[in-house]
């Protein structure tokens, strides 16, 4: 029987995917030598994960293009109706709603996981943190912030937490939040005091580049363990001050900068990116796809063209103007000299390739049509949204994987 999923804040699904598996990763990514065991199987280019046997139960947002995108895709992937266990629309109502039912979440939850709303924490935003003056619904405040601002929706994850009471909690946000105050220190003793106890380890910044992912992405991840139900041993060496190896969580890198032993070099953009056509070669929607923003100087977010030999960086949820060039003109600084000279565009990246940077596999659509009509059910526009707030799925793949190796240490 598989171990029972409650997913929040889901967006599209990065972190649902990582943690069931099952899913095809490009082979260039994957360490043959330390990695070899988690793949099911290849095809050409790509390579199959294993399933983990986690099985998500439960998925939330409250973007309706969030919605679309995680039904089309998990529909298509367990082949049947997946409508009923996405749930659109804010925790905060459903946490409240379900003080007056009882059946708003799943029963017998074993993990919840969720990536709580990092805007307000990020280096590139305002940094208003716990005083953020948005609603959970993402709208602006006239009042003064509250429990149920953007900022405190870490707090409505712990309500859930109180709720189904998992044996695991993953909770993930930007890197930026460690350096903002005490917020790290306030989140971990607040998740500490869900009633009945959690034994929250020491959040950690998990670099995606450590771990195949071709992008420069850091995030910080907080995880949890309810006291009542580790085992005694397991509780004890969890207490003991320094993590011993055989409990530690957190996957072990799988790549590095100065690879030694069985540690293989980081992944290029160029890697990910391998054996993708021009968008208007292909008939991928989420390829054909790509901002048109225009150039707006060197010196501005977003204006700089990728280097194909090394990581990219951070896929932005926002499109406008932010996302990196494929390809700059040689007017603009490019140096892709090879391109340029066969008179391929000035481009910015494309859905797919964000897509492809962030680990999603080709047959995940992101760019949606709305048979019938002409607005689109997921524009590009909403897609690189979607895409740049999403967990890399194979970053979660390395972590769903650890915890599913050191999961009969941990519990009865």
């Known amino acids: 029987m598989g171990k029972r999923m409650l997913s929040l804040f889901s967006g599209c699904g990065g972190m649902d995917l990582g943690f069931e598996g099952g899913f095809n ?52 992937k367990k082949g049947f109706d997946v409508e009923d266990i996405f749930r659109l629309g804010s925790i905060v109502d459903f946490v409240n709603l379900s003080k007056e039912i009882n059946s708003v979440f799943p029963s017998k939850v074993d993990i919840v996981v969720g990536g709580f709303p990092c805007n307000d924490f990020s280096v590139s935003g305002l940094r208003q943190g716990f005083d953020s003056k948005k609603t959970h619904r993402g709208s602006i405040r006239i009042d003064e912030p509250s429990i149920e601002s953007r900022g405190k929706l870490y707090m409505w994850m712990r309500a859930v937490l109180e709720i189904t009471q998992p044996n695991v909690f993953v909770a993930e946000n930007v890197k930026g939040l460690i350096s903002l105050g005490d917020a790290k220190r306030i989140i971990e003793n607040d998740f500490r005091g869900v009633d009945g106890g959690y034994l929250v380890v020491p959040a950690r910044v998990l670099k995606a580049v450590d771990y195949g992912i071709p992008q420069t992405r850091e995030r910080v991840f907080f995880l949890g363990f309810r006291k009542d139900k580790l085992r ?53 929607l989420s390829h ?20 194909l030999g090394l990581p990219a960086p951070t896929i932005r949820a926002e499109h406008h103007g932010n996302i990196e060039y494929r390809r700059l003109s040689s007017e603009h600084g490019g140096l892709n000299i090879a391109e340029l000279a ?22 995940y659509d992101f760019v949606i049509k709305n048979h019938g009509a002409r607005r689109y059910l997921v524009s590009s526009s909403s897609a690189y949204k979607l895409i740049g707030n999403a967990v890399p799925p194979l970053l979660a793949y390395h972590l769903a994987t650890r915890l599913q190796e050191i999961w009969n240490d941990l519990f009865y």
């Open 342 to 363: 066969q008179n391929l565009p000035e481009r910015r990246l494309s859905v797919r390739e964000c897509a492809r940077i962030q680990t999603f596999p080709d047959d």
């Open 25 to 76: 990763v490009l082979s260039d990514l994957i360490n043959p030598y330390m990695f070899q065991d988690k793949v099911e199987s290849y095809n050409g280019t790509w390579a199959k994960l294993k399933p983990t046997g986690f099985e998500t139960v439960f998925a939330n947002d409250i973007m309706p293009e969030s919605q679309s995108a995680w039904t089309r895709f998990w529909g298509k």
């Open 288 to 307: 054909r796809f790509y901002s048109k923003a225009k150039f707006m100087g060197k010196h501005c977010q977003g204006q700089k063209e990728i280097n």
């Open 232 to 284: 005694k041993s397991a509780l004890q060496d969890l207490q003991c001050g320094t993590i011993p190896d055989y409990l530690n969580p957190y996957p072990r890198p799988t790549h590095s900068f100065s690879p030694a032993g069985d540690l293989c070099p980081w992944t290029t953009s160029g890697q990910a990116l391998k054996g993708l056509a021009e968008p208007d070669e292909s008939e991928d």
